[in-house]
T-cell receptor, first 112, second 112 residues
Framework: DSGVTQTPKHLITATGQRVTLRCSPR?????VYWYQQSLDQGLQFLIQ???????AKGNILERFSAQQFPDLHSELNLSSLELGDSALYFC???????????FGPGTRLTVL | DQQVKQNSPSLSVQEGRISILNCDYT??????FLWYKKYPAEGPTFLIS???IKDKNEDGRFTVFLNKSAKHLSLHIVPSQPGDSAVYFC???????????WGLGTSLAVNP
């Protein structure tokens, strides 16, 4: 157990819909990262927040947005969903000197 | 442009033997590297890291070697155990940039 929690574990929805994925970092970690892993793909970095502020952006679509709240939990909002958005979405939090990221169990999103 | 490459998508090793997973990178600005292990339907788990000021770091059965001139690192697992069967990701970062660049992973199968 990494200490990072993600909800929900599974999400099934239809094209065009909007969903929100939630992540709580490990106690004491200020940074949250979001990743997407599609079938047979590596981890694609989406976005990073540090203590409530956006710190780095990766390959995040304009239909996607995220925020980190004062209690440090983060939400990833995915809108106008397409079939290709079906993937595992991971969040991670970090503390170590070399950016060791601790991952949550992921949310599996299926868009039908 | 894949800055971190894991050229072997899969590797099969006999239990008790050595597993060697390789990773190449192109960006000379990377100054730390991490290895993660991932089981199906779980988030990646941090294994071991190495700073560019070192050429070797060891933690139990896991050793990471870094060859900066060749821009190459490798993860050695000795002895390999069936429980090591997983996908292994190499990731790299630089300085204060908290964004990790990930390889696509190598699937290791350790056969009893």
């Amino acid at each position: 157990d990494s200490g990072v929690t993600q909800t929900p574990k599974h999400l099934i929805t239809a094209t065009g819909q909007r969903v929100t994925l939630r992540c709580s970092p490990r106690s004491g970690d200020l940074s949250v990262y979001w990743y997407q892993q599609s079938l047979d793909q590596g981890l694609q970095f989406l976005i990073q927040y540090y203590n409530g502020e956006e710190r780095a952006k990766g390959n995040i679509l304009e239909r996607f947005s995220a925020q980190q709240f004062p209690d440090l939990h983060s939400e990833l909002n995915l809108s106008s969903l397409e079939l290709g958005d079906s993937a595992l979405y991971f969040c991670a939090s970090t503390r170590g000197e070399y950016n060791e990221q601790f991952f949550g169990p992921g949310t599996r999103l299926t868009v039908l | 442009d894949q800055q971190v490459k894991q050229n072997s998508p899969s590797l099969s090793v006999q239990e008790g033997r050595i597993s060697i997973l390789n990773c190449d990178y192109t960006n000379s600005m990377f100054d730390y590297f991490l290895w993660y292990k991932k089981y199906p339907a779980e988030g990646p788990t941090f294994l071991i890291s190495i700073s560019s000021i070192k050429d070797k770091n060891e933690d139990g059965r896991f050793t990471v070697f870094l060859n900066k001139s060749a821009k190459h690192l490798s993860l050695h697992i000795v002895p390999s155990q069936p429980g090591d069967s997983a996908v292994y990701f190499c990731a790299a970062g630089s300085g204060n940039n908290r964004k990790l660049i990930w390889g696509l992973g190598t699937s290791l199968a350790v056969n009893p």
